[in-house]
């Protein structure tokens, strides 16, 4: 494996894909983390009603994105060129739905997680004024947690007054993933 598909987001080597049951061609992860043949799990989607989004066959979990793996080997060969369209499509009719907190909050390790493996990854690149905004959140929250200036303060209530801490630092992540999001439906969803 070259070092640029070992840091990037790649199915494990050993794991096949649970539809077809053969190693992955086109790998693609939904928003709950598994991994699938993009061929796969658009053939789950057209199974169902094609007004509604697939839930994943693993976990039931709605997918309401799609991330294909950057695999250069497959960038000539015209029916990943078909399936990489229809996963787009996927991701421009399904990507842009309103989502509940409940899963918002389920979405957030998967978001988290690759937002921190990209950062990381020399050759993957994020933008200027997200690398900006991102780091402003990170900041402004790591001095609201670390001040003794608090909505709820630790010296009057004790454990409690972590609540405000806590509240802070959930709404940070939450945004920091629905802004990642955001970029991931922009590179995958064509809008």
């Known amino acids: ?4 598909s070992s840091a990037s987001a790649v199915p494990p080597e050993d794991d096949v894909c649970s539809v077809c049951h053969d190693r992955f061609r086109i790998p693609c992860q939904a928003n709950c983390s598994h991994w699938f043949c993009g061929e796969c799990i658009i053939r789950v989607w057209h199974h169902g009603p094609a007004v ?6 693993i976990c039931r979990r709605l997918i309401n994105l799609l991330v294909p793996a950057a695999l250069s080997e497959q960038e000539d060969d015209p ?11 996927y991701n421009c009719i399904f990507g842009g739905a309103p989502r509940s907190l409940t899963q918002r909050l389920q979405d957030l390790p998967f978001f988290i997680r690759r937002l921190f493996r990209e ?5 993957r690149t994020l933008p200027l004024v997200f ?4 780091m402003m959140m990170v900041a402004l929250s790591a001095i609201y947690v670390l001040s003794p200036v608090d909505i709820l303060p630790e010296s009057m209530l004790g454990l409690l ?3 405000d801490d806590l509240l802070i630092l959930l709404i940070v992540f ?3 993933a629905a802004v990642y999001r955001s970029l991931l439906l922009y590179r995958h969803g064509g809008q």
């Open 79 to 89: 029916q990943a060129h078909r399936i990489l369209g229809e996963i787009q499509h």
């Open 1 to 4: 494996m070259s070092s640029s």
């Open 174 to 176: 939450l945004h920091l």
């Open 161 to 163: 007054g972590f609540v």
């Open 52 to 57: 509604h989004a697939c839930k994943c066959p």
């Open 119 to 123: 950062l990381m990854d020399p050759q």
């Open 131 to 134: 690398r900006a905004r991102m």
